[in-house]
């Protein structure tokens, strides 16, 4: 296969992945906003803010360096270091879901049990689904780097709307469950995601595809932590260039999570205020998720296949530092239009779009000052 032909088929799979992420999100944005109907501004803000904060930095703080340096480079490596290290995931998932768990049992201000009940539990269930999900992070790392798009884009469907579907029915049918529901579909979420991986690779490893591929993992134990005889038990190479990466994606977690931060630690906000909050807020940013962060994400597995890290453009080859400067351009076009069109309509269409998603607990009374941060 040659070299545009390869190319060809990179850019083909990263935008397949990114408009089949935009349907998924589609499907799970209306069961969020039928659930939204039958839940008290406490209960949203508790869960979306002071839980999928728990949640998210663990995960952040456990496997996002990870993920880029084993993804950086060629796949032509020794992959049994690249797993090991990939593996150093989980125990530092448990060391930050046991650290920060505390904090958010301890330290921080718990909500009244008769407007959120069961928050100790919630708190546990949320922790122990960040650690669940890192067991699958050798799995990930191994699909996205021999571009295994389709896997990812079904397994992380599939998670996300039975997550949704868990919740629709414990929210109609049993409502006094409190954080019960959220903490059953957020460990639905994190399994139904690491079970696709390992049974997928269960049925791949061994077949005639993977022996056509020349695949470099051949069964599953190979997937499991190895010693290597007269060698490291890491590429201390990646080691390095993974905490290089963390100092700098350490940034991007503040400004992506700034807000949850301000309001958990310094209790800016009542619960029910930040329930309000963080609904505008997705709402708000509706297309930077649905659209924005897919293109991120698929695009940055063909810009690092393209391109080699760390070199000289000039000992590029030129036919792919071409190929690359005209994605590049066309997804600068993509999304100078999306942000034009949503800065010129966003404002006049918001109070609509709150009614839309969230009923009156939005767009009626004093809410609909909520309109103007939407605008924005």
């Not at 049990?113 to 708190?123: D, E, K, T």
């Not at 990812?152 to 409502?175: D, F, G, N, Q, R």
């Amino acid at each position: 296969m040659g070299s545009q032909e390869v190319l060809g088929q990179t850019t083909r799979l990263a935008s397949s992945s990114a408009v089949l992420q935009v349907l998924f999100r589609a499907v799970t944005f209306a069961l969020n906003a039928f659930t939204l109907r039958y839940l008290s501004r406490e209960l949203i803000g508790v869960v979306n803010v002071r839980l999928t904060l728990l949640y998210s930095t663990v995960v952040f703080l456990a496997r996002e360096a990870f993920r880029r340096a084993c993804l950086s480079g060629s796949t032509k490596r020794n992959w049994t270091k690249t797993i090991n290290l990939l593996w150093l995931t989980v125990p530092l998932g448990v060391f930050w879901s046991v650290c920060l768990g505390l904090v958010w049992l301890h330290l921080l201000e718990v909500p009244d049990p008769s407007v959120v009940p069961h928050y100790q539990a919630g708190v546990v269930a949320f922790g122990l689904s960040a650690i669940v999900e890192l067991l699958g992070e050798p799995f990930w790392v191994l699909a996205q780097a021999h571009l295994f798009v389709r896997l990812k884009v079904i397994a992380e469907s599939l998670s996300v709307v039975s997550k949704c579907i868990l919740t629709v029915i414990l929210v109609v049918l049993y409502p006094q469950w409190g954080l019960y529901i959220f903490s059953l579909a957020q460990l639905l979420y994190t399994s139904v995601l690491v079970l696709c991986y390992v049974i997928y690779f269960v049925m791949f490893l061994g077949s005639p595809e993977a022996t056509k591929k020349t695949f470099p993992v051949t069964r599953m134990k190979a997937l499991l932590p190895n010693l290597v005889e007269d060698e490291t038990f890491v590429n201390w190479k990646e080691a390095r260039l993974t905490w290089s990466f963390f100092k700098q994606s350490f940034l991007k977690q503040i400004l992506t999570e700034g807000e949850r931060y301000v309001m958990t630690f310094l209790n800016v906000l009542n619960f029910g205020d930040q329930g309000v909050y963080d609904i505008v807020n997705n709402l708000g940013s509706l297309v930077a998720r649905f659209i924005f962060l897919p293109i991120e994400e698929s695009f940055y597995v063909f810009f690092a296949k393209v391109l080699e890290r760390g070199k000289n453009v000039k000992d590029q080859k030129k036919d792919d530092v071409a190929m690359a400067a005209n994605v590049l351009e066309s997804l600068l076009k993509l999304v100078l239009l999306t942000g034009l069109t949503i800065t010129v309509f966003g404002y006049a269409y918001s109070q609509l779009a709150l009614d839309i998603y969230g009923g009156s607990m939005l767009s009626s009374g004093t809410d609909c000052s909520y309109c103007d941060f939407l605008s924005q």
